[in-house]
Nanobody, 120 residues
Framework: VQLQASGGGLVQAGGSLRLSCAAS????????IGWFRQAPGKEREFVAAISWSGGNTYYADSVKGRFTISRDNAKNTVYLQMNSLKPEDTAVYYC??????????????WGQGTQVTVSS
């Protein structure tokens, strides 16, 4: 499966963005999909993940209560709604398929990320 993230941009602190992750595979609905982010000089870190059915969601503590992950299997798309954005959320955001534990090494199908910049 190959995934492609989109929807990034420049937003002021406190603002919102919705990212989309589109998949090429017809078997998309069988995959756990995760969002990760990577800031300059830092390692890629887990943000959120969603089970194949959408019934289970997982979040990093740093985004819990502000970000919401969802999926539409009919459209082969996963979304990341980001609210109350902070400057420390600035990073390139990627989506990928994988399994727990939610570390980058367990995920695959990385496409080009999408840049999110939050100004203070």
């Amino acid at each position: 499966v190959q995934l492609q993230a989109s929807g990034g941009g420049l937003v002021q602190a406190g603002g919102s963005l919705r990212l989309s992750c589109a998949a090429s595979a017809r078997t998309f609905s069988s995959y756990v999909i995760g969002w990760f982010r990577q800031a300059p000089g830092k390692e890629r870190e887990f943000v959120a993940a969603i089970s194949w059915s959408g019934g289970n969601t997982y979040y990093a503590d740093s985004v819990k209560g502000r970000f919401t992950i969802s999926r539409d299997n009919a459209k082969n798309t996963v979304y990341l709604q980001m609210n109350s954005l902070k400057p420390e959320d600035t990073a390139v955001y990627y989506c990928a398929a994988g399994d727990p534990p939610f570390i980058a090494a367990n995920f695959y199908g990385w496409g080009q990320g999408t840049q999110v910049t939050v100004s203070s």
